[in-house]
Structures are given as C-alpha cells and as structure tokens.
C-alpha cells in the first residue's frame, strides 16, 4: 500500500470556522491531488500539485486553497466553511513520470461535517 | 471536456453470478482508463487499467478492455464473491495539455453480493 495518510480523520466545525486538511506521502511521488466524494457525484478534483510550491485549481476549487511547502505534505483549507463543504476528502499521489500511465494512489479520506 | 458515464446501480446479485458494470467515456486524444474499488469506510483502490485500445486490464478476476470504437471500458466479473461487495468507480486521465494527470469519475456503482 503507498504510504498515504490523512488527518484528521474526523471533523466537525461550524459555518465560517477555517479548517485545514492534511495529506502526508513518505513515497516521494511528484503529483499530489485533493479531491471530494459527494453521493451522486463520484470524486471530483478541487485543487492538485505538481511540485514543492507549483499547484493549480481542480474543477470545483472555489473555498478552497492549497499549500505544499515540502514534498510530502500537501494543506487543504477551507478559509470559512460553509455547509456546502460537508463531504469527504481524499487525498491522492502519483509518480508524474509516465503521463498517461500514471496511476494515483488515495488515502483512507477525511469526513468533514459543518454545521 | 472529458465525462465518464456508469450505469445506475446499486446493483444487488447472488454468490457466483455474473457480473457487468457498463462504463462509457467521452474525452479528447487517448486517455488511460481505470477502476477503482471503495470498501465500505476504505479509501480508493486501483482495481485495473488500460492504456492503449484493445488492452484488457485484469486484476482479482475482474476484466475490462478498452474499447476506443465504442469508447467503453466495462468491467466484467466470472463469478462473483460477497467480499467484492463495494462501490465501483470507473475514471479516465489524459496527459499533456492543461488536464496532464487529472483524474475524472464516473458517479460510482454500488454492489451488493447476497451469500
């Protein structure tokens, strides 16, 4: 399994509070990506990164922000949380050498509830 | 831009049925195509993949071939256990331009496999 972990595992905040997620690799890889699983809607990319301090917006980026000052940890925060926000959210790696044969490895996720 | 259709589930079956998941995509150039697999309360696991048309993806017993004529990739299963029980999601990347490595999901099909 790669080396993947998230926390916290659990949260629960109330709307406006800021709220940062972490995702930590021990496997070196390149590429790091935030995504968010809603019913119905599969898992959609919010914000990924392609080295230390290069990052760029995902598909449903707005609230959110990124920060990866180091290879292994990639920050997600959610400056004031809005109800909207309650999801899971998933962390994932990947080599970045192969193009299109990479394959992203997740982590176990975080369940964020905001009242 | 790219869209991964699955079919509606859940899908319910006995122990030792036949399994098909239908996956059909829609992106431009070639991408990669995958499934991934969520245990209950699990994150996501890679399942299999394809790369290249005709390739078939196998892994556990499960199948798939990328099929670029019909642009399906559906996941199919001989025999199937009540520990394959879980929400399958299939997904496709494409490298290079502005979506290098940027995974998008079907909405997920839930199994459930009764003894």
């Known amino acids: 399994d790669a080396g993947i972990t998230q926390s916290p595992r659990h949260k629960v905040t109330e709307t406006g509070t800021p709220v940062t997620l972490r995702c930590h690799q021990t496997?070196?890889?390149?590429?790091m990506y935030w995504y968010r699983q809603d019913p119905g809607h599969g898992l959609r990319l919010i914000h990924y990164?392609?080295?230390?301090?290069?990052?760029d917006k995902g598909e449903v980026s707005d609230g959110y922000s990124v920060s990866r000052s180091k290879t292994e940890d990639f920050l997600l925060t959610l400056e004031s949380a809005t109800s909207s926000q309650t999801s899971v959210y998933f962390c994932?790696?990947?080599?970045?050498?192969?193009?299109?044969?990479?394959?992203?490895?997740f982590g176990p996720g975080t369940r964020l509830t905001v009242l | 831009g790219n869209s991964v259709t699955q079919m509606e589930g859940p899908v319910t079956l006995s122990e030792e049925a036949f399994l098909t998941i239908n996956c059909t995509y829609t992106?431009?150039?070639?991408?990669?195509l995958f499934w991934y697999v969520q245990y209950p309360g699990e994150g996501l696991q890679l399942l299999l993949k394809?790369?290249?048309?005709?390739d078939k993806g196998s892994n556990k017993g499960f199948e798939a071939t990328y099929r670029k004529e019909t642009t399906s990739f559906h996941l199919e299963k001989g025999s199937v256990q009540v520990s394959d029980s879980a929400v399958y999601f299939c997904?496709?990347?494409?490298?290079?331009?502005?979506?290098?490595?940027?995974?998008?999901f079907g909405q997920g099909t839930i199994l459930t496999v009764h003894p």
């Open positions: 992106a431009t150039g070639y991408p990669s």
């Open positions: 994932a790696i990947s080599e970045g050498q192969g193009g299109r044969a990479d394959t992203q490895y």
């Open positions: 394809a790369t290249k048309a005709d």
């Open positions: 997904a496709l990347v494409n490298a290079g331009g502005t979506s290098y490595g940027k995974l998008t």
């Open positions: 990164s392609y080295g230390v301090k290069d990052t």
């Open positions: 496997e070196n890889h390149r590429y």
